[in-house]
């Protein structure tokens, strides 16, 4: 399929799909490849090099253009970056390999074979799952994307990337589907939606495909991948939602359905980080013949300890604060906020840890005070329930005429008090481990 056959109106999108479309011509495709690693200072040179020798200006923008999304995409890809190709957008919203591999997973314990991608994108979990050794029949309605996913499947001969709406998908010969709906506008400039009706397609047809799937009496095996902002009353009932985080930022929250979803549990977080990856659910053991479980309540707000907990995203997200402050034997320091403290030094993968040096009413004279007694001019500063910036706290402390002692600041409400909490972070040691 040429690339060159897209509907978007955008001129640069239209730009970019010509170029695509020369880079997959034989003669594109051998010069694509022939490129050193491309680096941000040798791209002019390179480029002009490369007209030298007389290749078409235009066919040597689109290498280059690739070569860079190559070099951005080792991010998220590895070393899988340097023989893909990508779209920009495309690369922006694919899902880390890693991630998709935990996906993958997913469908290939619960006895899935042959997978449905709908939205496939550039292909980035399809790649995941044919890797694990299931069929995958990549479908997206864009023709730019379907041409790159191509090229992405090609290692995989059983699995391929076809032209489609995702509501309309041909389901013969399938039994899982993983879906990505849009979440962004498409008009004007983007923006992030976070009504689950306004993706494309909303999360009611794909509540459908499920039932669909599972022959109308069940759910079948079907997993979606939302935004992390999503309200936890908008999500299906009898599914199980994970937010998952990397190395402290809320990437995706996850909605399985189905035999994809872990029994008994409707909530869960997964934090992934140097360590290894760690597992916290609104219940201890599942039991897919008991009933529905509980939330654990948040807990009473009280005074603040010895120690400071920062929850990461994805446990604040899926509402497990309760959770963590049971097994932290720790409360909160204001019913709106989501810090957490105890008298104890605890290490667990969910949460940043803190030893508190001092705390006082918010006040810039006697914040500036305090720092100039201890010293104290490199400041990491973080807020929590306050309209203060750290930039311009920064700017109107400016903190390195001090000295050179370090601490954390912490703009926070305590007991409804604007307050200031100075503290040292824990020594991290180790990584996470399943909880």
Same mark, same amino acid.
């Given at each position: ?19 695509? #479309? ?47 999304? /190559? $070099? ?14 990508? @779209? ?13 591999? +935990?996906?993958?997973?997913? %469908?290939?314990?619960?006895? =899935? *074979? ?18 694990? !050794? ?21 290692? %995989? ?35 992030? +939606? ?25 759910? !079948? ?47 869960? #977080? ?23 479980? *509980? ?8 005074? +603040? ?26 409360? @909160?320091?204001?019913?709106?906020? $989501? ?5 104890? $030094? ?24 305090? +720092? /100039? ?22 700017? /109107?402390?400016? &903190? ?5 002692? #370090?601490?954390?600041? =912490? ?10 909490? =100075?503290?040292? &972070? ?10």
């Amino acid at each position: 399929m040429s690339p060159a056959a897209t509907t978007a109106s955008d001129p640069a999108e239209e730009a970019f799909a010509a170029g695509l #479309a020369r880079v997959l011509d034989p003669a594109g495709w051998d010069l694509l490849q022939t490129l050193p690693p491309y680096t941000e200072a040798d791209a002019l040179a390179l480029g002009a090099t490369l007209r030298r020798a007389g290749h078409d200006p235009e066919l040597v923008a689109a290498v280059l253009t690739q070569a860079r999304l /190559r $070099a951005k995409g080792a991010e998220k890809f590895g070393e899988f970056a340097h023989s893909m190709l990508f @779209t920009p957008r495309g690369l922006e919203q694919a899902t880390r390999l890693p991630v998709a591999a +935990l996906h993958a997973r997913r %469908f290939l314990d619960a006895g =899935v *074979s042959s997978l449905a991608d709908l939205g496939c994108g550039i292909g980035g979990d399809a790649m995941a799952a044919s890797a694990l !050794g299931l069929a995958v029949t990549a479908v997206d309605r864009d023709p730019v994307t379907v041409a790159v996913a191509t090229v992405n499947l090609q290692p %995989f001969p059983s699995s391929r990337a076809v032209l489609g709406e995702a509501e309309q998908a041909d389901l013969s010969g399938i039994d899982g589907i993983w879906m990505d709906p849009a979440r962004r506008t498409v008009r004007g400039p983007a923006r992030r +939606l976070h009504d689950p009706e306004q993706y494309s397609p909303p999360l009611s047809a794909v509540t459908a495909l499920a039932r669909r799937l599972g022959g109308g009496e069940q759910d !079948g095996p079907l997993g979606v991948k939302l935004g992390p902002g999503i309200d936890r009353d908008a999500l299906p009932p009898d599914t199980e939602t994970q937010w998952i985080s990397w190395h402290g930022h809320v990437l995706e929250a996850d909605c399985w359905f189905g035999p994809v979803r872990t029994p008994g549990v409707a909530h869960s #977080a997964l934090v992934i980080g140097s360590g290894g990856a760690a597992l916290l659910r609104d219940v201890e053991e599942s039991d897919p013949t008991g009933p529905a479980p *509980s939330p654990v309540p948040d807990p009473v707000p009280g005074p +603040l300890g010895a120690h400071l907990y920062e929850p990461d995203g994805a446990v604040i997200r899926a509402g497990l604060i309760g959770r963590l402050a049971r097994d932290l034997d720790a409360h @909160t320091i204001d019913p709106t906020i $989501a810090y957490l403290t105890s008298d104890a $030094a605890v290490s667990t993968p969910f949460a940043h840890g803190y030893a508190v040096r001092h705390v006082m009413p918010f006040s810039i004279k006697r914040l500036t005070a305090y +720092l /100039r007694e201890h010293r104290l001019g490199r400041l990491e500063i973080k807020k929590r329930g306050t309209a203060l910036e750290p930039e311009e706290l920064r700017r /109107r402390l400016r &903190p390195r005429r001090f000295g050179d002692e #370090a601490a954390t600041l =912490v703009l926070t409400r305590i007991a409804g008090e604007q307050s200031v909490i =100075v503290a040292d &972070p824990h020594a991290r040691e180790g990584g996470p481990s399943a909880a």
